[in-house]
């Protein structure tokens, strides 16, 4: 998501969707982090395939991680995917669920592109769930140069 501007993976329609468990500042076991990867792999969401953490689940389909490394702690770790607009209001509702399980603290982090749509799209869903909004945006000022097309769709 937040390369977005350079390799182009989140397009116009889609929701880019970061959970970062233990953040700020606690840290989180693995194991913890598998509650949130088998949450999203139940309403049949897959993980974003370049993301580091994607090469640490032992079953992408049911979100299980290598087992091996389930009572390992880390202080820093992003759970990634691209959903659809109509996925957003399941994903909030099944985070609400398992909210009260998670010995630490989460950040939940919604982008998307903001041509042709408004950015508010995602905040209605959002403030359905009583989830406190903070409103951030990433500009790129020109120190790169993208490598993907930059015009909409």
Not at 108 to 129: E, G, K, N, Q
Request: proline content about 8%; overall charge negative.
């Amino acid at each position: 998501m937040k390369t977005n501007d350079a390799t182009g993976r989140l397009g116009a329609g889609q929701i880019g969707l970061a959970i970062e468990p233990g953040r700020p500042g606690t840290g989180v076991r693995f194991r913890d982090v598998q509650v949130f990867t088998s949450a999203l792999a139940s309403l049949g969401v897959n993980l974003e395939p370049t993301n580091p953490l994607s090469s640490l689940l032992a079953d992408p389909t049911s979100g299980t991680m290598l087992p091996e490394i389930l009572d390992e702690k880390v202080l820093s770790v992003v759970i990634e995917c691209i959903v659809g607009e109509g996925e957003v209001s399941g994903i909030l509702e099944k985070l609400k669920e398992i909210e009260d399980s998670i010995p630490t603290v989460f950040t939940v982090s919604l982008a998307m592109r903001t041509d042709p749509a408004p950015a508010d799209l995602i905040f209605h869903t959002a403030r359905r769930f009583n989830w406190p909004i903070r409103r951030n945006g990433k500009v790129n000022v020109g120190l790169g140069y993208p490598s993907i097309e930059t015009s909409p769709g």
